[in-house]
Structures are given as C-alpha cells and as structure tokens.
C-alpha cells in the first residue's frame, strides 16, 4: 500500500511530535488551513496519540459531515507519522465551508468487520460512535452535540461565519422559561424552552414554534441572536417555544406528517403556552420551523391547517418522506401539494437547502416548485453547507428574517 505522505510542510519540520512542536500546534488549534486559491483550501487534521509511539491505536477515523463518504461506503482514516504520536489527514474544501466533524480512534481489535455487507458495517460504525467518538480536542471553536451523545467540532473556513460561534456564555435578555408540557393526546412529556424578547408580559405577542428545540436552546442555542435582532428592530418582538423532541424514536414518529401531534399542538400546547404569557391567535402571526424531518413537519402542518399557521419554515426538509429510496418528487407530501386544488388562503413559506446534500437538494427544489405552483409565496434559497445543524443555525436566523417580517 502507498505511503501517504502529508503536505502541510508542519508535518516535515525536524522536531515534529516534541513537546515544542505540539506546543505550537496547540497555540493555532486545528485543523491547520493553509489557502490553496480563491476558492479552496488545505485542511490538515490532527490527533495526538495519548499513549505515544507504542499506542495500540490501529487508526483514528474521521467523519465531516456532507464531505467524507458514508461509512458503509468508505471509511476515511488518518495516517500515523512513522516514529512518532502525530496523526494526520488531509483534505481540500472551498473557502466558505461551515460545517461539523467528529474523530473517532479505533484500536487493532476494534477494526471493521470483515464483511462488507452495509448492514455489519453500520452496526460496527454505530456502535465504534458510542465507544471513542469524540471532538477535536486540538479545535479552538466551541463543541456541540449532535444530540444523541457525540460531542462534535466544528469547521468554519469563513472568517465571516465565525460570528456564528457567539452563542457561548451569552446571557440572554429576554424571559427564559424552561417548562414540562405533558400532553393526554399523546400519552408523552416533553421540555419545552419559551423564550420572550420582551420583558412585557402582558402583551399579546407573535409566536414561533420551534421543532427540534433542545438544539435552539441547548445545543447551539439562538437567543444572542435573537436579542440582538429584535433590539436593533429587524425582528419583532415574538414569543418563542422550543419543543424538544424527547428522542429518535418519537421524533421519527411525530415529526412525519402525524396529525396527532398537530392536533396536541393546537388543542394542548397553544392553550398551555398562552396561560402561561399571551400569543397571538393570529395564524399570520403564528410560524413554525424546522430542520430536515421537521422541516417535513412544518410544511404539512401548515398546509393542513392554515386557519393556524400561515407561516412555515422549512430547512433541507426530508420531503422523500415515507420512503428515503424513492425516486425525488415521489414523496407522500409534495404528492399531496402537486394534486391539489388551487389554494385560497396561502402560505408565506421559507424553505432553504444545502449545496453539499445531494437528495435533500432536489427534494427541495421539487417541492418549493409544488407550493408555488398551488398559490403559495414561497422564498427559496440555496446555502453554502450541508446536512447540518450548525449550517441549519446560521440559516434559521436568516429564515426568521424573512418570515417574520413579511
């Protein structure tokens, strides 16, 4: 097998893997970025071996979402300097990148299966995620959670995007409450965030439903941003509640054109939150949002029931919905819209997509073309990212932008 050599000249310095050598890879942080031309860039990973030259680490894999290959189809892997503790690996990516990675070491009895059936590898891939995955620990910019325990890094080649990392130790200014909505409908409880930019709590406000919640609030929460927008005047103020998807397996379930989640919402959830600070009854005032399976969600649940919500905010929807292996414009949903008859009350309708998804991409533009063709005004943009939620972060802010001011 060929050698692989490394290209940042870093990796050929004499003293590479001293303490001094690490001492200064510790001071930039990684990956190390050096621009190739207008439009790409080198981007060297690196892992330091915890236990040294005599580690038992057979390879350290790595997975930037939207960029390496699924792993049942290629498992991308860093390469060892011989005679020392530094691994590395190497890649090109365009200048704007913004994106999640985690690392994840595997020792030589942790090596994939011989089987090349998808179905092993997968298996072995999940559960190698729950064993070593892990962040950058060399990556200067804050981590974040994929949401089911993997602790991610994130990438940023933007100087412009860094600001998308301001969301750390920020306090927020609006009224913060975080409650337990227990819904009869659904036989469940759930977190729920209600966020108000306003310290008026009389006042009868625009509310925004936020699918997948606990990323809003949590993960990568947005409420910086929302300060910051509605003080300066390009938001209104709003009443905002994050609804936290409990987990996988609910959200697989309640996200996907389920009509009793959307009844829950509005016979339970609506009621409970305006007792608790005023909203608006206005469907023109009343906007929900959320991201791939969710951004299904927010779709159907605005066309359904639009004396509800007339706004919806829909990023990289999954809309090949039910069936993942269908032909685009094959799903359930964009069926639904293509065959029906002509509105008589539209939608204001946000969608936007990644440039780097390949399947999300054309379902998006296949339904954005179906809503407007049955009387919608649909505003649909294409982002420079891919699948993922710290994309999906930078993107809702500007998604709520448009919605909320229209």
């Excluded at 001492?23 to 071996?49: C, Y």
């Excluded at 092993?120 to 892990?134: D, E, P, V």
């Amino acid at each position: 097998m060929q050698k692989i050599q490394p290209i940042n000249p870093l990796f050929h310095h004499q003293d590479v893997g001293s303490h001094e050598w690490w001492q200064d890879i510790k001071q930039a942080g990684t990956p190390l970025i050096v621009k190739v031309d207008e439009n790409k860039s080198l981007v060297s990973f690196i892992w330091r071996d915890p236990d040294g030259k005599r580690s038992d680490i057979d390879t350290v894999y790595i997975d930037i979402y939207s960029k390496t290959p699924h792993p049942t189809q290629q498992l991308t892997g860093f390469t060892r300097l011989k005679g020392s503790d530094v691994w590395f690996w190497e890649t090109e990516l365009e200048n704007d990148w913004l994106g999640s990675y985690f690392l994840m070491p595997a020792t030589h009895n942790q090596r994939p299966p011989l089987h090349k059936n998808h179905q092993y590898i997968r298996r072995w891939w999940i559960q190698l995620m729950g064993l070593t995955a892990q962040s950058d620990p060399l990556n200067l910019l804050p981590a974040h959670s994929n949401g089911n325990g993997i602790t991610l890094s994130a990438l940023c080649l933007s100087e412009d995007k860094k600001n998308t990392f301001k969301y750390s130790n920020v306090e927020t200014q609006g009224i913060l409450k975080e409650c337990i909505w227990q819904s009869e409908r659904l036989t469940n409880e759930r977190r729920i965030w209600l966020y108000r930019t306003s310290n008026n709590t009389q006042e009868s406000l625009p509310v925004v439903l936020l699918f997948d919640g606990q990323y809003w609030a949590n993960h990568l929460p947005i409420y910086a941003e929302l300060d910051g927008l509605t003080l300066s005047g390009q938001l209104p103020k709003a009443q905002y509640v994050f609804i936290d998807s409990i987990n996988t397996s609910h959200r697989n379930i309640e996200l996907a054109c389920n009509t009793d989640f959307w009844i829950a919402i509005q016979k339970e959830l609506l009621p409970w939150v305006n007792a608790q600070y005023p909203i608006t009854d206005k469907p023109e005032k009343t906007t929900v949002a959320g991201q791939s399976l969710g951004g299904l969600c927010a779709i159907f649940g605005a066309f359904h029931w639009p004396e509800y919500f007339a706004t919806a905010i829909s990023q990289s929807g999954s809309f090949w919905w039910p069936d993942v292996d269908s032909q685009p414009g094959e799903g359930r949903l964009i069926q639904e819209i293509s065959n029906a008859d002509l509105t008589t009350t539209p939608l204001n309708i946000v969608m936007e997509a990644g440039c780097y998804e390949k399947d999300m991409l054309e379902v998006s533009q296949i339904m954005a073309k179906a809503l407007k063709s049955n009387g919608h005004h649909v505003r649909y943009r294409e982002f420079r990212g891919g699948h993922d939620w710290l994309c999906w972060r930078q993107g809702l802010i500007h998604s709520l932008l448009q919605a909320l001011n229209s």
